[in-house]
């Protein structure tokens, strides 16, 4: 415990200290937010605030997490893909704000991408971390073996959390305050798995490290995510944040927990699937505006009303989540 923690408030510290450092090079080198004209009006006001600001809590947790860890394979695989993710957002923002291509990687160019690692990632967790291909069901004594098609299965759930969680960073401080509470939660996870290891070899210390990190990096982000944001994290954070999440959980035999540690991501990104498939196929809305965040704004919510609500949402879902470890 006191090393997670201690990985978790040199995460912090290090975010904290290259906030003042590198928001006003973004802000110099005119990596600069556009806003969508057809989204809440009172966004307009936030055009130009720096982005790609994803990448300060992502130097804290390669930083604290390579200082605290102890360098399994383990740590390097959530290192490494977490990473893979935030270039795939790199590569998004990048083209939008430097190459003024307004709408980055097209959508096709981004889920070929994402399906690439995930592909990859389940190759290895299978194959080198002898993860295995079962999927352990709360409540229920035996895991279930779902053979090959954990493969399928695993590559579209990996590339769909990664995007819900795109999808939940619209408002100031929301992503970062959810994905803080949510790495807590994993950091808890992965200390209460040693000694009773749900993967035989790995080391389960690293990675409640490598969540503590995660944890840290979001916590210390938030001093300039907050509202009114100083700094957003773009694409680059919000994949990579999803992406680290994803490895976390499957290597914690979780990915059916998480359904509950992440449900304010799953909301959010079944807010638009339907918002999408009642306009298309009834040519009504269900919700004011997708996604869910946008909607309370449209009912009135203040920002900081909406974020606040959902932060308290997402620590009620992390808490079933861990009580659900427990059965």
Same mark, same amino acid.
């Given at each position: 415990?006191?090393?997670?923690?201690?990985?978790? =408030?040199t995460a912090f510290i290090i975010a904290a200290a290259l906030g003042p450092i590198l928001i006003p090079i973004f802000r110099w080198m005119k990596f600069r937010q556009t806003i969508r004209s057809d989204g809440p009006q009172r966004h307009l006001a936030k055009?130009? $605030?720096? $982005?790609m600001g994803g990448i300060i809590f992502l130097l804290a947790f390669v930083v604290s997490a390579v200082?605290?860890?102890?360098?399994?394979?383990?740590?390097?695989?959530?290192?490494?893909?977490?990473?893979?993710?935030?270039? =795939?957002?790199?590569?998004?923002?990048?083209i939008k704000v430097a190459l003024k291509r307004s709408l980055g990687l097209t959508a096709k160019e981004k889920l070929v991408l994402q399906f690439v690692v995930a592909a990859v990632l389940c190759w290895l967790m299978v194959k080198v971390v002898g993860r295995g291909t079962e999927i352990i069901f709360p409540g229920i004594a035996s895991p279930i073996d779902f053979g090959w098609f954990y493969y399928l299965?695993?590559? =579209?759930?990996?590339?769909?959390?990664?995007?819900?969680?795109?999808?939940?960073?619209?408002?100031?401080?929301l992503a970062a305050g959810i994905s803080f509470i949510v790495f807590l939660g994993y950091m808890l996870i992965g200390l209460l798995a040693i000694g009773r290891e749900p993967i035989v070899g790995v080391n389960y210390l690293d990675v409640a490290i490598a969540a503590a990190a995660l944890a840290g990096g979001c916590l210390g982000f938030l001093?300039?995510?907050?509202?009114?944001?100083?700094?957003?994290?773009?694409? $680059?954070?919000s994949l990579a944040l999803g992406g680290g999440l994803m490895v976390i959980a499957m290597m914690t035999k979780t990915e059916v927990v998480l359904l509950f540690m992440g449900a304010v991501?799953?909301?959010?990104?079944?807010?638009? =699937?339907?918002?999408?498939?009642?306009?298309?196929?009834?040519?009504?809305?269900?919700?004011?505006?997708?996604p869910l965040h946008h909607h309370f704004e449209m009912l009135g919510w203040s920002e900081l009303k909406v974020v606040y609500s959902f932060w308290l949402a997402a620590a009620f879902s992390v808490c079933i989540g861990l009580w659900l470890t427990t059965l």
């Open positions: 415990m006191k090393i997670a923690l201690a990985t978790l =408030i055009a130009g $605030t720096p $982005t200082f605290w860890g102890s360098g399994s394979k383990e740590l390097y695989m959530i290192l490494g893909f977490t990473l893979a993710f935030g270039f =795939i957002g790199f590569l998004d923002d990048f299965f695993m590559a =579209i759930y990996i590339v769909g959390m990664v995007n819900a969680t795109n999808l939940t960073d619209g408002l100031d401080g001093l300039y995510n907050h509202y009114p944001a100083k700094v957003f994290m773009g694409d $680059t954070g991501y799953l909301m959010e990104a079944l807010s638009v =699937i339907l918002q999408v498939f009642s306009f298309k196929c009834f040519g009504k809305r269900i919700f004011r505006m997708s």
